[in-house]
């Protein structure tokens, strides 16, 4: 039955359209608009083998897709060539590409050493010359920072994430600091993506020096069992940081915080009033992003299909808005707009200061499944 | 003449049950009718309609009733304090517990359907304002005695305004079953005797009934309106914006209809509700045995002639998904027939699985990736 149909569509989704513009009232497939500056929002999506890939939208519609054939997660901009991005595949993948968004061209492929993978993010140094990227020393099962050369991903180096599992990580405004979320979760390629240390994990928000690696201060949550996996970077260094909880292992059913922000000097502060908001997260944050002119922190939860934003100065809960499976969340500057995205192709965009949904700008390409993260490029390529 | 199709149990279903699909197959043919991929087109647009049409009678004959019914037993409840509060008797006393009960299960019918106007608000939803366990499996017990023993003793008036200002731990039906099924004294006495000996001594005690349950009442006439005149702002009714799939979270109808069940599923397992629920009045494995009657109503259809997710399910070679689901049912009424706690939680697992695994698949339902294979 599926023969006929283009592989990257959902039968329904080509039904829905064959429906629209035969028999029915019009009903567009796309309903393109913004952004409508020279941004892209770049994403990795796909839902099965065949069409994992790269999408990006600009000038209000989809501005290309490149093939990837792996499932990607977090993608980053080049620093030094900015229209390149490079696209992490979601854990344990072990190749990681280099895509020029100008022609949709995959330009290089980086290869994770042996007996290491890839956790899906990383950033780069202040200066762009060099890629760090979260990795996994297999055999030992510890956490590692890879420093590879951005130009030609010769590997520089690799340095200890003082923790397993660690998932994103940043440079702080600072340039000298870098921060990793230590998921604290042990997995390996060959049991899949099962938690093999639930009993004993441990999960902590650790700061590095950028250029030796060594250890400036770690933090941890009372929780043992919350994994903070997600972060961003605010202008005056604070991190907002978003936690996933193994919730079969804790042995209870308290609620546990899952949103909060950590300010230079500080401690760990969680948000986790209000309650019903914090249940309504259902024990899942998968990213966090923060439009720092509105001093506004946005965290998606796709289990509890919801974005909550929070003041980060005075950690109070400044609105929601809800998304079925939304989790690709980003700032863009053009729209002074937070954007989210969800797996069903749909790209919403609300105020950064208002929060309210531009609703004209909804956007919805249904044969496009945006994975957990959303990048938004500066807008310094050419159109 | 519309072509004919492949898959026979489809034509059977289709046939027997619809004009208004037998059109769509014939247009849809009409369009186009050279080749395979013409077929291909008939047999899945018929699964679509099928499916539209399943939910169509989800809404009208099993949720909106659900809706109404609950509603209609609000006000019966209402009736039957009223008179028991102008007659108190054992009779009336036993003919309000009995109310009661029936409202309990209709709640426990009602509860599969969590989302739209019983689901209404992030901060403070309607549904806990009738079922405080149902917010986090918290047994609020001792919070009602209290509180009933409070509004008892204080010289207050009891107005309606009185009963909408107290949070949702204090109200709902938790509230009204305290105060027909046990005294607020520290024995909490479960005999009637007992029972009609305190409304006799303390005539404020059928004010605080009559308060909770117009609460209660109010709360239902809210879930209705919602479902049928005008929901929050919208100017529609839910079920049109629900059949129309015109959700403010973009989820489509079938998506939630399965999501919120499979919810409730997991709540009743995950919070032993059984062993927590409705424990003054004994009365939680008639409430569970309503909700199965429930599931079974959603995936079956009314009657024979419905269009069900059974009939979509089969249609489209999913007899064995089908038979699964049907497996797990036995399997949660022969836990409750034995009254078995462990079973229970067990085989109420099984039919959750069934809706996030057999049923979504069959329907060809996408829940999300990022909600089913977070990272």
Same mark, same amino acid.
């Given at each position: 039955?599926?023969?006929?149909?283009?592989?990257?569509?959902?039968?329904?989704?080509?039904?829905?359209?064959?429906?629209?513009?035969?028999?029915?009232?019009?009903?567009?497939?796309?309903?393109?608009?913004?952004?409508?500056?020279?941004?892209?929002?770049?994403?990795?999506?796909?839902?099965?083998?065949?069409?994992?890939?790269?999408?990006?939208?600009?000038?209000?519609?989809?501005?290309?897709?490149?093939?990837?054939?792996?499932?990607?997660?977090?993608?980053?901009?080049?620093?030094?060539?900015?229209?390149?991005?490079?696209?992490?595949?979601?854990?344990?993948?072990?190749?990681?590409?280099?895509?020029?968004?100008?022609?949709?061209?995959?330009?290089?492929?980086?290869?994770?050493?042996?007996?290491?993978?890839?956790?899906?993010?990383?950033?780069?140094?202040?200066?762009?010359?060099?890629?760090?990227?979260?990795?996994?020393?297999?055999?030992?099962?510890?956490?590692?920072?890879?420093?590879?050369?951005?130009?030609? =991903?010769?590997?520089?180096?690799?340095?200890?994430?003082?923790?397993?599992?660690?998932?994103?990580?940043?440079?702080?405004?600072?340039?000298?600091?870098?921060?990793?979320?230590?998921?604290?979760?042990?997995?390996?390629?060959?049991?899949?993506?099962?938690?093999?240390?639930?009993?004993?994990?441990?999960?902590?928000?650790? =700061?590095?020096?950028?250029?030796?690696?060594?250890?400036?201060?770690?933090?941890?949550?009372?929780?043992?069992?919350?994994?903070?996996?997600?972060?961003?970077?605010?202008?005056?260094?604070?991190?907002?940081?978003?936690?996933?909880?193994?919730?079969?292992?804790?042995?209870?059913?308290?609620?546990?915080?899952?949103?909060?922000?950590?300010?230079?000097?500080?401690?760990?502060?969680?948000?986790?009033?209000?309650?019903?908001?914090?249940?309504?997260?259902?024990?899942?944050?998968?990213?966090?992003?923060?439009?720092?002119?509105?001093?506004?922190?946005? =965290?998606?939860? #796709?289990?509890?299909?919801?974005?909550?934003?929070?003041?980060?100065?005075?950690?109070?809960?400044?609105?929601?808005?809800?998304?079925?499976?939304?989790?690709?969340?980003?700032?863009? #500057?053009?729209?002074?707009?937070?954007?989210?995205?969800?797996?069903?192709?749909?790209?919403?965009?609300?105020?950064?200061?208002?929060?309210?949904?531009?609703?004209?700008?909804?956007?919805?390409?249904?044969?496009?499944?945006?994975?957990?993260?959303?990048?938004?490029?500066?807008?310094?390529?050419?159109? | 003449?519309?072509?004919?199709?492949?898959?026979?149990?489809?034509?059977?279903?289709?046939?027997?049950? @619809?004009?208004?699909?037998?059109?769509?197959?014939?247009?849809?043919?009409?369009?186009?009718?050279?080749?395979?991929?013409?077929?291909?087109?008939?047999?899945?647009?018929?699964?679509?309609?099928?499916?539209?049409?399943?939910?169509?009678?989800?809404?009208?004959?099993?949720?909106?009733?659900?809706?109404?019914?609950?509603?209609?037993?609000?006000?019966?409840?209402?009736?039957?304090?009223?008179? /028991?509060?102008?007659?108190?008797?054992?009779?009336?006393?036993?003919?309000?517990?009995?109310?009661?009960?029936? +409202?309990?299960?209709?709640?426990?019918?009602? @509860?599969?359907?969590?989302?739209?106007?019983?689901?209404?608000?992030?901060?403070?939803?309607?549904?806990?304002?009738?079922?405080?366990?149902?917010?986090?499996?918290?047994?609020?017990?001792?919070?009602?005695?209290?509180?009933?023993?409070?509004?008892?003793?204080?010289?207050?008036?009891?107005?309606?305004?009185?009963?909408?200002?107290?949070?949702?731990?204090?109200?709902?039906?938790?509230?009204?079953?305290?105060?027909? /099924?046990?005294?607020?004294?520290?024995?909490?006495?479960?005999?009637?005797?007992?029972?009609?000996?305190?409304?006799?001594?303390?005539?404020?005690?059928?004010?605080?009934?009559?308060?909770?349950?117009?609460?209660?009442?109010?709360?239902?006439?809210?879930?209705?309106?919602?479902?049928?005149?005008?929901?929050?702002?919208?100017?529609?009714?839910?079920?049109?914006? /629900?059949?129309?799939?015109? +959700?403010?979270?973009?989820?489509?109808?079938?998506?939630?209809?399965?999501?919120?069940?499979?919810?409730?599923?997991?709540?009743?397992?995950?919070?032993?509700?059984?062993?927590?629920?409705?424990?003054?009045?004994? /009365?939680?494995?008639?409430?569970?045995?309503?909700?199965?009657?429930?599931?079974?109503?959603?995936?079956?259809?009314?009657?024979?002639?419905?269009?069900?997710?059974?009939?979509?399910?089969?249609?489209?070679?999913?007899?064995?998904?089908?038979?699964?689901?049907?497996?797990?049912?036995?399997?949660?009424?022969?836990?409750?027939?034995?009254?078995?706690?462990?079973?229970?939680?067990?085989?109420?697992?099984?039919?959750?699985?069934?809706?996030?695994?057999?049923?979504?698949?069959?329907?060809?339902?996408?829940?999300?990736?990022?909600?089913?294979?977070?990272?």
């Amino acid at each position: 039955m599926e023969k006929f149909l283009a592989p990257s569509l959902r039968r329904r989704d080509v039904l829905l359209a064959i429906a629209g513009s035969t028999l029915f009232a019009p009903a567009l497939p796309v309903q393109a608009s913004p952004p409508i500056s020279s941004e892209r929002w770049v994403s990795a999506h796909g839902g099965e083998t065949e069409d994992f890939g790269l999408g990006w939208v600009g000038s209000g519609k989809l501005g290309g897709n490149a093939s990837t054939g792996f499932r990607g997660h977090a993608v980053l901009q080049h620093p030094l060539r900015p229209e390149s991005v490079i696209f992490l595949p979601r854990r344990p993948g072990k190749t990681a590409l280099e895509v020029d968004l100008s022609t949709g061209t995959v330009l290089r492929k980086i290869h994770s050493e042996q007996d290491r993978h890839f956790f899906g993010h990383g950033c780069f140094s202040s200066d762009g010359s060099v890629l760090f990227t979260t990795e996994a020393q297999i055999s030992a099962g510890l956490g590692r920072i890879t420093l590879r050369d951005s130009s030609s =991903y010769a590997l520089l180096d690799e340095w200890s994430s003082f923790g397993i599992g660690p998932h994103d990580m940043a440079a702080l405004p600072d340039g000298k600091t870098l921060v990793v979320a230590n998921g604290g979760i042990l997995t390996r390629p060959d049991s899949g993506r099962k938690a093999l240390n639930l009993p004993t994990m441990r999960s902590s928000l650790c =700061y590095l020096d950028a250029a030796s690696g060594m250890l400036i201060d770690e933090f941890f949550v009372d929780e043992p069992k919350a994994s903070i996996r997600h972060l961003d970077v605010a202008s005056d260094g604070t991190v907002a940081f978003a936690i996933q909880v193994q919730r079969e292992a804790t042995g209870h059913d308290r609620l546990v915080p899952l949103i909060g922000a950590h300010r230079p000097g500080g401690a760990l502060e969680l948000f986790a009033e209000p309650e019903a908001i914090t249940f309504q997260l259902k024990d899942y944050v998968g990213s966090v992003a923060i439009a720092n002119e509105s001093g506004l922190a946005a =965290y998606a939860s #796709p289990r509890g299909n919801i974005v909550v934003f929070f003041d980060l100065k005075t950690g109070a809960l400044a609105g929601y808005h809800q998304l079925r499976d939304v989790c690709g969340l980003a700032v863009s #500057p053009a729209h002074r707009a937070f954007v989210i995205t969800n797996s069903f192709g749909e790209m919403r965009e609300l105020d950064w200061s208002t929060l309210l949904e531009r609703r004209e700008s909804r956007l919805r390409l249904p044969q496009i499944r945006w994975d957990n993260h959303l990048l938004i490029t500066a807008a310094n390529h050419t159109a | 003449m519309h072509r004919p199709l492949k898959n026979n149990s489809l034509s059977r279903v289709l046939f027997s049950r @619809s004009p208004a699909l037998l059109l769509l197959i014939s247009l849809f043919a009409c369009v186009d009718s050279g080749g395979d991929s013409s077929e291909q087109r008939v047999e899945v647009v018929n699964e679509a309609a099928a499916l539209q049409a399943a939910i169509d009678e989800s809404v009208d004959s099993a949720i909106v009733p659900a809706v109404q019914d609950f509603l209609r037993n609000a006000q019966e409840l209402r009736a039957s304090a009223e008179t /028991f509060c102008s007659t108190n008797s054992e009779t009336n006393l036993l003919a309000i517990q009995e109310r009661w009960r029936t +409202l309990f299960q209709q709640w426990y019918r009602l @509860s599969l359907y969590n989302f739209g106007p019983l689901n209404d608000d992030i901060i403070f939803p309607t549904f806990t304002f009738i079922d405080s366990l149902r917010l986090r499996g918290t047994n609020y017990l001792a919070t009602v005695r209290a509180e009933i023993e409070n509004d008892i003793a204080i010289d207050d008036p009891l107005t309606d305004e009185y009963y909408a200002r107290k949070t949702f731990n204090r109200v709902g039906l938790l509230a009204v079953e305290s105060v027909v /099924f046990e005294t607020s004294t520290p024995e909490h006495s479960n005999e009637p005797v007992d029972i009609l000996a305190e409304f006799d001594a303390q005539p404020r005690k059928c004010q605080v009934l009559i308060g909770l349950i117009r609460q209660l009442e109010s709360r239902a006439e809210q879930v209705e309106s919602g479902w049928l005149t005008q929901f929050k702002d919208s100017e529609l009714p839910y079920r049109t914006l /629900f059949l129309d799939g015109q +959700l403010e979270d973009g989820t489509d109808p079938i998506g939630q209809l399965l999501i919120a069940s499979q919810e409730f599923l997991d709540y009743l397992q995950a919070r032993n509700v059984v062993t927590t629920a409705a424990q003054v009045s004994m /009365f939680s494995w008639e409430a569970i045995t309503a909700t199965v009657d429930e599931v079974e109503l959603l995936l079956r259809g009314a009657s024979p002639a419905s269009n069900s997710i059974f009939d979509v399910m089969v249609a489209t070679g999913n007899q064995n998904a089908v038979a699964a689901v049907e497996d797990s049912i036995v399997q949660v009424r022969q836990a409750i027939a034995d009254r078995d706690p462990a079973m229970l939680e067990i085989t109420l697992g099984f039919l959750d699985g069934n809706f996030k695994r057999e049923i979504p698949d069959s329907l060809e339902v996408d829940l999300g990736i990022n909600f089913s294979d977070g990272d």
